[in-house]
């Protein structure tokens, strides 16, 4: 049996054809002409004023805090269960993450946790969409008016998902997508920042490139920012993978449900499987996770897929567990008991935009022959 990747990126449309464009032009730098037609169309498809290309997910979350000026003495709450990345840039702008615990269905932050952390320093939301489902947007909009706080809004997961019919990465005073090859659409490395504020997006675009003054003397700085440019490449790739993505939501859409229906068993044996759909939003699956009902019977069951060579990837580790934030002498002795269970008994299967139907028979299959 041939290996079953746990991503694979699909790269069948004009990719090819905007890359050698790129080529025969010479435009390969972030000055070429991919940029801005990459940034209107996804910022359009958003439905956003503004969007600003930048070279990963996580230099999007650098400047997004610090084009909202979060520094130290602020507090950003944000949930304990997601990649590092929002919580690295929080921590390295100098301000304190404050974190709650997850929601056990959706797996996103609980929302109902997020009033008791306000304090007068909080400054900032920041939401992160995980896996699939959108976080519950209603009742942290409200929080936010209540105390004038900022929403920034971490949708790299979520391309084309909505929330009560709009778009995720629409809510946020500043959101953020990545385009890394097991996103919805891809770029290689890539990522782009949102915000319907001129003035906001301005800085976002200096703090990108150097802070480089836009109408002042080349070489002569007020601020420090980055070097966090995308490529022409990167935004040829970006512009024909856009093309596609009303496809790509589709079939992401399907495999989810292929896996609902194959799977369905494994909820008799104490799997939790995710759920379909809520009262604002169906399943966009960006992965298709699982939750063992014991860490043993987790780890049973990944190495059986991965004797398969079926390859599986463990859910997200918790932010207040992490070695680096301990040793920092962040988050002790805190405790989150949902995002602690889903760290350590989930884990996701092959979902990627290249798995082909026969594959994910076969992934089925195999934990069929597990479990029966
Ligand atoms: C992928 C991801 C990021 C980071 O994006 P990169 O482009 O890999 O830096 C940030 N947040 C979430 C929720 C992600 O899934």
């Known amino acids: 049996m041939n290996p079953i990747p746990v991503n694979t990126p699909l790269l069948n449309g004009n990719e090819l054809k905007y890359l050698t464009e790129c080529i025969e032009t010479g435009w390969i730098s972030s000055e070429g002409p991919f940029i801005s037609k990459?940034?209107?169309?996804?910022?359009?498809?958003i439905g956003r004023d503004h969007g600003i290309a930048v070279s990963n997910g996580s230099a999007a979350l650098d400047i997004a805090i610090k084009a909202l000026n979060i520094g130290p003495g602020d507090e950003v709450i944000m949930p304990t269960?997601?990649?590092i990345s929002p919580v690295q840039s929080v921590v390295t702008a100098g301000a304190l993450p404050v974190l709650v615990d997850s929601d056990p269905l959706t797996w996103n932050m609980d929302v109902t946790q997020i009033d008791a952390k306000i304090t007068s320093r909080t400054r900032a939301i920041l939401v992160v969409h995980i896996y699939g489902l959108p976080v519950d947007m209603d009742p942290v909009i409200e929080i936010a008016k209540k105390h004038n706080l900022k929403i920034i809004e971490d949708a790299a997961e979520m391309h084309g998902q909505t929330y009560k019919g709009k778009m995720c990465g629409s809510f946020g005073d500043i959101s953020i997508f990545s385009f890394y090859p097991n996103k919805h659409i891809t770029t290689g490395e890539g990522g782009m920042i949102m915000t319907n504020d001129e003035?906001?997006?301005?800085?976002?675009?200096?703090?990108?490139?150097?802070?480089?003054?836009?109408?002042?003397?080349?070489?002569?700085?007020?601020?420090?920012?980055?070097?966090?440019?995308m490529t022409n490449l990167q935004a040829a790739l970006g512009l024909a993978q856009l093309e596609q993505i009303d496809g790509f939501i589709e079939k992401k859409r399907d495999m989810g449900i292929a896996y609902q229906t194959g799977l369905s068993f494994l909820k008799d044996k104490g799997y939790q499987l995710p759920i379909e759909k809520t009262s604002f939003s169906e399943n966009i699956y960006w992965v298709f996770g699982i939750i063992a009902p014991t860490i043993e019977e987790k780890e049973k069951m990944v190495s059986h897929l991965s004797e398969s060579k079926i390859g599986t990837r463990p859910f997200f580790w918790c932010m207040h567990e992490q070695p680096v934030f301990q040793k920092m002498g962040l988050f002790k002795d805190e405790r989150y008991p949902i995002a602690e269970k889903l760290a350590r008994n989930g884990f996701y299967l092959p979902s990627g935009l290249g798995l082909k139907q026969n594959q994910q028979l076969e992934v089925i299959s195999c934990i069929k022959s597990d479990l029966i």
């Open 81 to 83: 269960f997601t990649i």
């Open 199 to 229: 003035a906001l997006a301005q800085r976002c675009k200096k703090l990108r490139n150097l802070c480089f003054e836009p109408n002042g003397p080349r070489f002569i700085h007020h601020e420090i920012g980055w070097n966090y440019r």
């Open 38 to 45: 990459f940034e209107k169309q996804f910022s359009a498809y």
